[in-house]
């Protein structure tokens, strides 16, 4: 097996997109050796979906079953260090740093446990659906008046809208008051 250094330098050598997608696949197999899944979420998942069409700073990763001693023990190991936040690791050979947010995965209101599953050459990752990361940015864009995150929802939306569940994602934006805005996102592949 590759040294563990060899296989950031090669990850980090991927375009930007994939370096996240790739490093997270690679994050999910020494964590699933811990007992611990790991799912991509927030930007980083904005920006697998869009293509790289909108790009963030930071891989949100939500670990489930995680400790303290165990994100420590993973990325320490690879040569990440701790930020001056708590859940924050940055590493030498990435422009972008490593969150780990809380767990479990929601939007909204619904804990969010189906994913996607993606592979890369460093094994699969799990990320969240596209439905219900283009639910994240619609809440997001109605709770804080955030219209960046509109924009990312219909960008998404119109990148994927033959493989949509559009039931799933009527229902959901109806169970959570947010069709009107989810109807706004739909017209985007009408202009």
């Known amino acids: 097996m590759k040294k563990t250094s060899q296989i950031l330098k090669g990850i980090s050598q991927l375009d930007e997109t994939r370096q996240k997608i790739t490093l997270a696949a690679f994050l999910t ?3 699933k050796e811990k007992g611990v899944s790991l799912a991509v979420v927030g930007g980083a998942a904005v920006q697998y979906y869009t293509l790289s069409e909108f ?9 489930s079953g995680d400790t303290k001693e165990i994100i420590e023990e993973v990325m ?3 040569g990440f260090k701790r930020t ?28 969010i446990t189906k994913m996607n599953s993606v592979k890369t ?27 960046a995150s509109l924009d990312q929802a219909k960008l998404m939306y119109a990148k994927h809208s033959e493989s949509i569940d559009e039931n799933y994602l009527t229902q959901f934006a109806k169970e959570e008051g947010y069709s009107k805005t989810l109807k706004e996102v739909m017209k985007v592949i009408e202009e």
């Open 29 to 31: 197999r020494l964590f």
């Open 55 to 63: 790009v963030t700073q930071d891989l949100d990763a939500v670990l």
């Open 76 to 78: 320490y190991g690879l």
């Open 84 to 111: 001056t936040m708590y859940r924050h690791f940055e590493h030498s050979s990435f422009e972008f740093i490593v969150e780990f947010p809380p767990s479990p995965v929601e939007v909204a209101s619904r804990v």
């Open 121 to 147: 050459a460093e094994g699969e990752v799990r990320v969240i659906r596209v439905e219900d990361i283009i639910m994240d940015r619609i809440t997001v864009a109605v709770e804080w008046k955030d219209l």
